[in-house]
């Protein structure tokens, strides 16, 4: 495959985890050869958060994104909310979350997994922070919770696997919509998906990989890394008509604009 021009981001990585953190030089030079100029290191618990904020002031191109993630909400000790609000004051830190709601996963109770997105709402209403949603079989639950708010959300709804009408209310909140390697997968029964990724306005749309989850065609079922991102673009820019530098382009102003990521400041 062909290097994009211009560097990708992949705006969804969780290079806290062990798997990941294991080889990340090697990685990173990967990603680095792929095309990836920056990537947003997602953390899903306070220690977690701690950990990537550390990780990404060693590393030109990462940023970090502090938060607790619902499936973790449970384990979450009485100061970890502190310790996330103390976080967003380090250098580099560019979002909340991960947060949502998980219908799939019952390892948090959904009311207190509701409880903790509306934290997370509002810290990054009050901070100006964008927030990366989680969503797992708990579309209009969210839909609803955001827009009792009555306000705009800014943020993104991250590795979107739902329909065109769920889309577009997420969209009509203020969201970007961000595709991870599902769309590659290809199963027939995931063209409804592609359809959906082709119609999302082209200044909402994000590209990520979720890493080390959900690897895209052809490492589907071995670990994910940042630099598989490129293959995402690649198929989205099909499903969509266009060539992978626009789709590069787009995504990647998207990202910048949404994440206030400097642009001098890269892998
Ligand atoms: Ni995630």
Not at 161 to 171: I, K, N
Not at 194 to 205: K, N, T
Not at 224 to 233: H, K, R
Request: some cysteine; overall charge negative.
């Amino acid at each position: 495959m062909t290097r994009p021009a211009l560097g990708l981001v992949d705006t969804h990585a969780h290079l806290g985890d062990p798997q990941l953190t294991a080889e990340l030089p090697a990685l990173l030079e990967r990603a680095r050869a792929a095309g990836v100029a920056q990537i947003v290191v997602v953390a899903t618990t306070a220690e977690d958060s701690g950990a990537v904020t550390r990780l990404v002031a060693g590393h030109s191109g990462l940023f970090a994104a502090v938060g607790i993630h619902p499936n973790d909400a449970a384990q979450a000790q009485s100061d970890d909310w502190e310790r996330v609000e103390r976080l967003l004051d380090s250098p580099k830190v560019v979002a909340l979350g991960e947060t949502g709601l998980d219908r799939y996963r019952d390892r948090t109770p959904f009311a207190l997994q509701q409880e903790w997105f509306g934290r997370h709402l509002s810290l990054g209403q009050e901070r100006g922070l964008p927030v990366v949603i989680h969503c797992r079989q708990s579309e209009q639950d969210l839909i609803d919770q955001m827009r009792s708010l009555r306000r705009p959300v800014r943020g993104v709804l991250h590795s979107f696997t739902g329909s065109w009408d769920d889309a577009q209310a997420f969209l009509d909140l203020g969201l970007h919509i961000s595709f991870a390697g599902m769309v590659t997968f290809t199963n027939k029964s995931l063209d409804a998906l592609r359809e959906v990724a082709a119609r999302v306005p082209a200044d909402r749309l994000l590209v990520e990989t979720d890493c080390p989850y959900l690897s895209p065609h052809p490492h589907r079922g071995k670990t994910n890394e940042p630099g598989y991102v490129a293959l995402t673009a690649a198929r989205l820019a099909g499903v969509r008509g266009v060539t992978l530098d626009e789709l590069v382009q787009q995504t990647t102003a998207n990202a910048r604009q949404l994440f206030n990521l400097p642009q001098d400041h890269i892998l």
